[in-house]
């Protein structure tokens, strides 16, 4: 997760320390996890739980493959609330309740009502269409701070895509009765060859609607998105597609405009704004990749962590073929420590196991090799190169 307005134009939000390497980031969760007596060395994840795999829409780009109704033996009310008090023991520095559509499932607001009780810092990713007046009050009582609501394109093209005419009118009213109450949005925007002519309007979308975050998701071939690799961008049309990016978010800046943005599960793009950086602003420049370093790009295994309705753990959203355990045999926090399965091992130090062009490239430590998932549906390899690499050979060579 890449914070262009932040890093082009020093645009700060509330939760960067999730994301840079700051004393208030990376350095203090650190502090805080050594303070542990249990797992005090383990690595603190971000957590995404699919609480369950249940959704109301068909979107082609799924990557959970959510399907009409619940997985069997999702977890129950119970074991939900159990996770969380790991969690919170844990100390992961935020929980972010998915799905399938999370909302679906009726005692959600239940469990994210435990979870903020106990101190654990929660968002929601939702389609938005079951936020009417009246989740929207319930959402607010929660005292729930950020909402991350889909958005796939102008509202035919979201409805194609979500496969249900209307939604985007009713994600539209979701996003505006958010905003209404005070809650925090964010529009996330999953960018490929069939939408891509639409990312203006998204940004349009943000500036009329007050919403203050837009996440602009690269395609990950996972779930049905595996299905989409034909259709996702050429490197020269991601490259086109980032400069926009930062063209827009420039544009907000000097407008006045306090929308953050972002650009999620291309972890590229942080050597692409250095790049863009040293031809206007080598001190910048500097500065912004000793910042990234210390994020130190792809984290999946590490700083994220991914928990399925039935409870098996995974090392991110994207990687549901591959169990590092489950939570009916152990709880989460020994899972992640203990590490026992050997590909949470390699992505923890993955650098000698990535392909020659990687460990050779000069921004290997902002980007950490990108997206295992997507290497592995593009090459078959779990280890090989990660197809979204738009630099050039020239572009990755020391300086």
């Known amino acids: 997760m890449l914070s262009v307005s932040n890093l082009l134009c020093d645009h700060r939000a509330g939760n960067e320390r999730l994301r ?89 607001p239940e469990l994210i009502a435990h979870a903020q009780s106990i101190g654990l810092t929660c968002t929601l990713s939702t389609n938005g269409l079951l936020i009417d007046e009246a989740m929207a009050d319930r959402l607010a009582a929660l005292g729930l701070k950020y909402v991350g609501i889909s958005v796939d394109g102008v509202p035919a093209r979201h409805d194609k895509l979500r496969g249900m005419k209307g939604a985007f009118d009713g994600t539209l009213a979701a996003i505006r009765r958010c905003r209404a109450r005070g809650i925090k949005v964010g529009v996330r925007f999953t960018v490929h060859a069939l939408n891509q002519e639409d990312l203006d309007s998204i940004f349009d979308l943000c500036l009329e609607n007050d919403v203050q975050r837009l996440c602009i998701y690269h395609l990950a071939y996972a779930g049905r998105g595996g299905k989409m690799q034909k259709v996702d961008l050429t490197a020269e049309e991601t490259r086109q597609v980032v400069d926009r990016i930062f063209e827009r978010t420039r544009q907000c800046h000097k ?104 460990q050779a490239c000069r921004f290997l430590p902002v980007c950490n090799g990108n997206l295992r998932t997507r290497a592995e549906a593009a090459t078959g390899d779990w280890l090989g190169m990660d197809p979204s690499c738009y630099l050039t050979d020239e572009e990755i060579l020391p300086l």
């Open 255 to 358: 407008e006045g405009h306090p929308l953050e943005v972002l650009t999620v599960d291309n972890a590229v793009d942080s050597a692409y704004v250095i790049l863009q950086l040293e031809k206007t602003d080598p001190e910048r420049a500097a500065i912004v990749e000793r910042r990234l370093r210390g994020t130190g790009g792809n984290r999946s295994g590490c700083n994220i962590a991914a928990i399925d309705p039935v409870g098996n753990v995974h090392y991110d959203q994207f990687s549901w073929h591959y169990n590092c355990g489950n939570l009916r045999e152990a709880p989460f926090s020994r899972i992640w420590a203990e590490a026992s399965d050997p590909r949470l091992a390699v992505l923890r130090d993955r650098w000698a196991s990535l392909p020659e062009r990687c």
């Open 20 to 108: 840079y390497g700051h004393t208030n980031g990376t350095d203090r969760l650190a502090r805080r996890a050594a303070e542990h007596a249990v797992y005090p060395d383990a690595p603190r994840p971000v957590v995404v739980w699919a609480v369950t795999r249940a959704c109301n829409l068909r979107c082609v780009h799924c990557y959970a493959s959510a399907t009409p109704g619940p997985a069997p033996g999702e977890l129950t009310h119970e074991e939900g609330l159990a996770l969380l008090d790991d969690l919170r023991g844990f100390d992961v520095p935020a929980v972010l309740f998915s799905g399938g559509e999370p909302l679906v499932r009726p005692d959600t």
